[in-house]
């Protein structure tokens, strides 16, 4: 008898943690369908499809209709040409938990993204490159913070004294990115690094030298720049 007791026992905390172990995969399913469908509900709208420093743009239009496959979209004429893929894209969708997809008249993925940061989207074309979709105010506000980039700069160390000055221009040196000039008598770490390009990036300032290394800066709550990551002798971008 008392072997029986024990073998009761073992099976109800065997289903205990089956039920347990349910309740925690149907927790999870709610939840993920929570995610899908608040996307499904806060996609309608303008949006911006770019490259990632806006050098092409396209403004796309989701609807909440359906769509075939999909949800209705419209795009701005001037979108094929600016980014000649977009010529295929028929409606978009959300796709798993997190995707959203512009597709074809099939339903197949003409670019598929994937939410980086609040509000911004990343999608890869395998040959092309990186493309971004953003809300198309918030994308406009940022190019409007890129022209205010541009012009005459001061490098400082942490105690203020000044190593450098540099010139961002809107002079495009490759797809995305800019010129940017030193003055003379830098500091040598910054002569040698001699950045030839930026870009303004997710936010951040994005010096380049020839070599392909970058250096990235981070506004702070001083309206000046700080390079990151920040060290005890911090660099420091500041307007003129």
């Given amino acids: 008898m008392r072997n029986l007791r024990v073998v009761a026992s073992a099976v109800a905390a065997h289903l205990a943690a089956i039920g347990a172990v349910a309740a925690s995969l149907a927790a999870i ?23 990632t ?9 989701m609807k909440a209709d359906a769509a075939g496959q999909g949800y209705k979209l419209e795009l701005e004429p001037a979108c094929k040409t600016a980014l000649p893929f977009t ?10 938990l997190d995707i959203v997809r512009l597709q074809d008249a099939t339903g197949e993925a003409v670019i598929d993204f994937t939410e980086v940061e609040a509000g911004i989207f990343e999608g890869l074309r395998q040959g092309e490159g990186v493309y971004i979709l953003q809300d198309l105010a918030a994308a406009r506000s940022m190019a409007k913070s890129m022209d205010q980039m541009i012009g005459d700069w001061a490098m400082v160390r942490g105690n203020g004294q000044p190593v450098c000055g540099l010139t961002l221009t809107n002079t495009e040196a490759a797809p995305d990115n800019f010129q940017v000039f030193l003055k003379p008598k830098c500091d ?19 010096l380049m030298s020839k070599s392909g290394g970058t250096w990235q800066f981070e506004a702070d709550d001083n309206a000046q720049w700080r390079r990151v ?3 005890a002798d911090p660099l420091i971008m500041l307007r003129q």
């Fill in 53 to 61: 420093e806006r050098s092409k743009t396209c403004v796309v239009t």
């Fill in 188 to 206: 040598a770490a910054i002569a040698q690094f001699n950045p030839t390009q930026w870009r303004l990036e997710r936010g951040q300032i994005i």
């Fill in 87 to 96: 010529k295929d894209i028929v409606a978009w969708s959300v796709r798993g």
């Fill in 29 to 51: 399913g709610i939840a993920h369908a929570q995610d899908a469908s608040s996307l499904k509900k806060s996609m309608p709208g303008q949006w911006e499809l770019s490259t």
């Fill in 229 to 231: 990551p920040d060290t």
